[in-house]
């Protein structure tokens, strides 16, 4: 079965980094588009990255700041984020999405804070 497992997140200070990691199993890998969304509270899951293969896509208000990143050897999904601001407070959440399918499956998230 799928499984993806996020860790990494925590408290951080505003302008710090934090690199958040979602181990996937249960499927193969590189066959799956990968998925960083974020939901707020009170706020929608919004989409942060993805990446299949080549380049990564982000989100417009994300570019520059967060970087997608694979490992499919180790299949494992990175999102490396900096400069980070208090707005950036929320769950984030690992997704996978079979290339030729539209069901998205979930990690139970991991939770980053932002403030002084």
């Known amino acids: 079965q799928v499984q993806l497992v996020e860790s990494g997140g925590g408290l951080v200070q505003p302008g710090g980094s934090l690199r958040l990691s979602c181990a996937a199993s249960g499927f193969t890998f590189s066959n799956f588009r990968m998925f960083w969304y974020r939901q707020a509270p009170g706020k929608e899951r919004e989409l942060v990255a993805s990446?299949?293969?080549?380049?990564?896509n982000y989100a417009d208000s994300m570019k520059g700041r967060f970087t997608i990143s694979r490992d499919n050897a180790k299949s494992t999904v990175y999102l490396q984020m900096n400069s980070l601001q208090p707005e950036d407070t929320a769950v984030y959440y690992c997704?996978?999405?079979?290339?030729?399918?539209?069901?998205?499956?979930w990690g139970q998230g991991t939770q980053v804070t932002v403030s002084s």
């Open positions: 997704g996978a999405r079979h290339q030729l399918s539209t069901i998205i499956y």
């Open positions: 990446i299949l293969s080549g380049s990564p």
